[in-house]
């Protein structure tokens, strides 16, 4: 293992986990902690339509899957921010209309891409150097934007309702937010691919939600949790010539079961 360390492949493969490790701890606690997965699974899924827009016109995909996710998340967050009752449907909604459009631009390209399916199923083998750049200016850029409004975040989080009578600009951060997902979302695809991006962004900030006593501590460790997962499950998959990106899910998966079943057990032994 030491030695495939060295290849530059392997390397990049490593960077790109960990800064998604990092983008999917703070926006999946973000994420856990609003009670909106089925959002952020919404935007994620949708994203297949820049997929499409980027093979369809032979233009770059990453460029094209960041802007087509952030209008994803425009149009969701401006539908449902007044409309609580019918968040599901309208996401539900988002969610098939943006796969339905990747699914038919890519009928409708000429030929067969076999990197076509490194966006649903993740291949962070093949992410090259110049992805890792980009990768390397969102987390900045995450990070730089929920540490200027953390108060404001940490606030709406836990109650939007007192946060809107106090003043705090309820609205504009709800768009933040959803936008700052898609961002994590197109840094994740690479990685884990659109079928599985959901399990990262929620196994980590679940574990250690009931263990932190803030927002900020919450970040933290599932953004460590999430590093663990990733580089485990590169290990596996390198030992056993498996797929990466299922196996980093499986792996998280795995730690979970055993946590839960564990926390289990010991709740049964206090009583």
Same mark, same amino acid.
């Given at each position: 293992?030491?030695? *495939?360390? &060295? /290849?530059?492949?392997?390397?990049?493969?490593?960077?790109?986990?960990? !800064? %998604?490790?990092?983008?999917?701890?703070?926006?999946?606690?973000?994420?856990?902690?609003n009670r909106?997965?089925?959002?952020?699974?919404?935007?994620?899924?949708? %994203?297949?339509?820049?997929?499409?827009?980027?093979?369809?016109?032979?233009?770059?995909? #990453?460029?094209?899957?960041i802007?087509?996710? #952030? #209008?994803?998340?425009?149009?969701?967050?401006?539908?449902? *921010?007044? &409309?609580?009752?019918? =968040?599901?449907?309208?996401?539900g909604?988002?969610?098939?209309?943006?796969?339905?459009?990747?699914?038919? !631009?890519?009928?409708?390209?000429?030929?067969?891409n076999?990197?076509?399916?490194?966006?649903?199923?993740?291949?962070? +083998?093949?992410?090259?150097? @110049?992805?890792?750049?980009? =990768?390397?200016?969102?987390?900045?850029?995450?990070?730089?934007?929920?540490? !200027?409004?953390?108060?404001?975040? /940490?606030?709406? @989080?836990?109650?939007?309702?007192? @946060?809107?009578?106090r003043?705090?600009?309820?609205?504009?951060?709800?768009? =933040?937010?959803?936008?700052?997902?898609?961002?994590?979302?197109v840094?994740t695809?690479?990685?884990?691919?659109?079928?599985?991006?959901? %399990?990262?962004?929620?196994?980590?900030?679940?574990?250690?939600?009931?263990?932190?006593?803030?927002?900020?501590?919450?970040?933290?460790?599932?953004?460590?949790?999430?590093i !663990?997962?990733?580089?485990?499950? #590169?290990?596996?998959s390198y030992?056993?010539? +498996?797929?990466?990106?299922?196996?980093?899910?499986?792996t998280?998966?795995?730690?979970?079961?055993?946590?839960?079943?564990?926390?289990?057990? =010991?709740r049964? +032994?206090?009583?």
């Open positions: 293992m030491i030695e *495939v360390l &060295q /290849l530059p492949f392997m390397q990049n493969a490593i960077l790109a986990g960990i !800064l %998604a490790s990092i983008a999917c701890g703070i926006i999946g606690s973000l994420v856990v902690v909106s997965v089925f959002m952020a699974g919404g935007i994620a899924h949708a %994203a297949y339509g820049g997929v499409g827009i980027a093979f369809f016109f032979s233009l770059p995909a #990453l460029p094209c899957i802007g087509f996710s #952030l #209008l994803v998340a425009l149009l969701m967050a401006a539908l449902t *921010v007044r &409309q609580h009752g019918r =968040m599901d449907t309208i996401i909604v988002l969610w098939a209309v943006g796969m339905a459009t990747g699914i038919i !631009l890519v009928d409708l390209t000429p030929g067969y076999v990197d076509l399916l490194s966006f649903l199923f993740g291949s962070i +083998l093949a992410v090259p150097r @110049s992805d890792v750049h980009i =990768m390397t200016a969102l987390v900045c850029l995450i990070v730089v934007v929920v540490v !200027l409004f953390y108060k404001e975040l /940490l606030s709406i @989080s836990y109650d939007r309702e007192f @946060s809107q009578v003043g705090v600009k309820v609205v504009p951060l709800h768009f =933040m937010i959803l936008c700052l997902v898609a961002i994590a979302v840094m695809i690479r990685v884990v691919g659109l079928i599985l991006i959901m %399990a990262l962004f929620t196994i980590a900030p679940y574990l250690v939600e009931k263990y932190t006593k803030s927002l900020a501590r919450m970040m933290f460790w599932a953004s460590a949790l999430n !663990l997962f990733v580089l485990a499950g #590169l290990w596996l030992s056993f010539d +498996l797929t990466s990106g299922a196996t980093i899910i499986l998280a998966a795995c730690f979970f079961i055993v946590f839960e079943t564990t926390a289990a057990v =010991m049964k +032994l206090r009583q």
